[in-house]
């Protein structure tokens, strides 16, 4: 498994008044026109060079070498050295580094068709199977993050799919996210992992679907077509109730988005006609 975030060997220059400052990785002979998130992407001596040849002034080396130490390396105003585990970084990936820690996490990959960009790590459910169980924090500038990081994703992106946690907890910021990624990646295929008790709100419903968005669709999971067995699951008094109405809402109101109910357990023939009879009802 590819390692997503980890802890440069080294930095300089790099600041930011927020929590994390985005990096977009480029190959040495592909910076023009740059921009202020543009790093070159070094792993060699020649390679360098060559950046310096093309007047960058920010690098990020991968290697396990400390090419910083070279003479070469005092041109860069701003540098990064990850180690070479993370030798799959390739032009156009986008980090988020924290310049104190030197801590940094992956957080678009251009080579990956399964881009998976988390929203917060809240949640409004606290599900027994969860595998990143929810945070009391405040990370609400994860969107603020989204929202530079959309603009710098290439353009032939076929999918990203939007998780947490539960993405709408916020939900007039990311219907923001949303409708950043319909204007600047017009033809990648938005998909959004929700628990989909936001959509009990008509005016998250409203806002949902004036987004007209082409390719929008979410996934929601449904445990159990008994009420009290998905709220045991998920560990939240009338939460199925909320979410089936969410759906149905949804379904309703919107032409351009999809819902699906999905279960991670194996689902009997008299619970999936249990499901029919909700959108019957
Ligand atoms: S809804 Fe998702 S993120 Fe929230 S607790 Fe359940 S599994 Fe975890």
């Not at 399964?114 to 500038?141: A, E, F, G």
Request: hydrophobic residues 40%.
């Amino acid at each position: 498994m590819l390692p997503l975030h980890g802890t440069a060997i080294f930095s300089r220059g790099v600041s930011t008044e927020g929590p994390s400052c985005v990096v977009r990785l480029r190959s040495p002979c592909d910076l023009h026109p740059t921009s202020a998130v543009d790093f070159a992407l070094i792993r060699s001596q020649e390679e360098l060079q060559e950046a310096a040849h093309a007047r960058c002034d920010s690098v990020m080396i991968v290697s396990d070498d400390g090419l910083e130490q070279l003479p070469e390396a005092a041109y860069y105003a701003r540098l990064i050295r990850v180690p070479s585990k993370f030798s799959y970084f390739a032009d156009g990936d986008i980090l988020g580094f924290h310049p104190q820690s030197w801590k940094f996490r992956t957080l678009y990959r251009r080579a990956s068709k399964h881009n998976s960009i988390l929203v917060t790590d809240r949640c409004n459910h606290y599900c027994l199977m969860c595998s990143q169980p929810p945070k009391d924090i405040d990370d609400r500038w994860l969107l603020d993050e989204i929202k530079t990081v959309l603009p710098l994703v290439a353009k032939d992106t076929q999918f990203i799919c939007f998780t947490g946690g539960e993405p709408l907890l916020d939900w007039r910021e990311f219907v923001e996210v949303l409708a950043v990624s319909r204007v600047q990646l017009p033809n990648t295929a938005i998909h959004v992992l929700s628990n989909g008790r936001a959509f009990v709100q008509d005016n998250v419903v409203a806002a949902w679907s004036a987004l007209q968005h082409p390719i929008l669709s979410v996934g929601i999971p449904i445990y159990s077509a008994v009420d009290h067995l998905h709220d045991y699951v998920v560990q939240a008094r009338g939460a199925f109730d909320e979410t089936v109405l969410g759906i149905l809402k949804l379904v309703n109101a919107s032409k351009s988005a999809w819902c699906c109910m999905r279960s991670r357990r194996r689902v009997s023939w008299r619970r999936a006609n249990g499901w029919r009879a909700i959108f019957r009802s």
